[in-house]
């Protein structure tokens, strides 16, 4: 996630980043400049339709439609900016959660528990496995080194991690039961913590999987071309050659909302404008240690 200062108003305009729209825009900006070109030479100066009431008409379709394509970009904009948040919120929830546990934990336990250094290593272990787990990355083994042997077998890398972690929670603490290290208001004391891991997991992962629509995505994208590549018939008789940088201008606020909005409805991958699921985990892993 690309870290900035809200206050500032001049410097952002000329910082270009890896995920900039204008550079990503570039090469359609060109094609769209090259395309009103043509288009206001052809009606200017080949075919000479200035006199043409029909074409001087169409900008009134245009200004119809602006209405039209406004309500759906900021529809579109807003949806995306909702799953991002919410994926935001979801992972705010789990370091809070992850806190809460530890400091449950380190009030119950005695000092120098064995069964504190086991969540000292499976509380930030959850945090890793599910950010590796959203973005379809491999989870390492040696996170899990310092577990019992009997912990480590019943570890299977090739399925569903986060799951696992959060199954050996539960088992241990079911364990400290069984031992009367624990009592039974003190394990419901820390099971809405423990639940919370499996929960938030699962309002991941229903991001993740659930895409906007194909058939909106597809009409949003056809509704911007065609409204672009009609912009030049209507306008060149009332602007001429200055028609070309208007609609080029058009095009990159349009197009540029589109490519926003496909960058944050997606917030768990490795996008400069995606959640900062690693730092998010190394701080989860940080406090747990500090607790513990």
């Known amino acids: 996630m690309i870290a900035h200062d809200p206050k500032k108003w001049f410097s952002p305009p000329f910082h270009f980043h890896r995920s900039d729209t204008v550079r990503r825009l570039f090469p359609w900006i060109i094609g769209v400049c090259v395309y009103s070109t043509v288009v206001a030479w052809l009606e200017l100066e080949y075919w000479k339709l200035g006199e043409n009431s029909l074409l001087r008409n169409i900008s009134l379709m245009h200004t ?3 209405f039209v394509i406004s309500f759906a970009l900021v529809f579109r904009t807003n949806t995306a900016y909702e799953r991002w ?31 504190l250094g086991y969540f000292r290593i499976l509380i930030p272990a959850y945090a890793t496995a599910l950010k590796n787990h959203l973005r379809s990355e491999n989870v390492r083994m040696e996170m899990f080194d310092n577990l019992p042997e009997y912990a480590r077998h019943t570890l299977d890398l090739e399925k569903h991690v986060p799951n696992q972690v959060a199954a050996l929670m539960y088992r ?50 056809k509704f911007i071309i065609v409204y672009v590549a009609t912009l030049p018939f209507g306008y060149v008789f009332n602007l001429g050659y200055y028609v070309v940088p208007m609609v080029a201008f058009i095009f990159f606020v349009l197009a540029s909302l589109e490519l926003i909005a496909e960058e944050i409805e997606e917030p768990f991958g490795a ?21 513990i």
Not at 180 to 189: A, D, M, P, R
């Open 271 to 291: 996008d400069e404008n995606d959640l900062p699921l690693s730092r998010m985990a190394q701080s989860i892993q940080a406090h747990i240690h500090e607790i």
């Open 85 to 115: 948040w919410e994926g935001r919120k979801l992972w705010g929830a789990l370091v809070n959660n992850s806190r809460n546990l530890a400091m449950k934990l380190s009030a119950i336990l005695p000092e120098g528990d064995p069964n």
């Open 64 to 66: 119809l439609l602006g």
């Open 172 to 221: 241990r603490a079911q364990e400290m039961l069984s031992e009367k290290k624990i009592s039974g208001e003190q394990l419901l004391f820390i099971n809405a913590e423990l639940q919370s891991f499996t929960d938030i997991c699962g309002g991941c992962e229903r991001i993740k999987n659930t895409p906007i629509p194909y058939s909106y995505i597809v009409f949003i994208k």
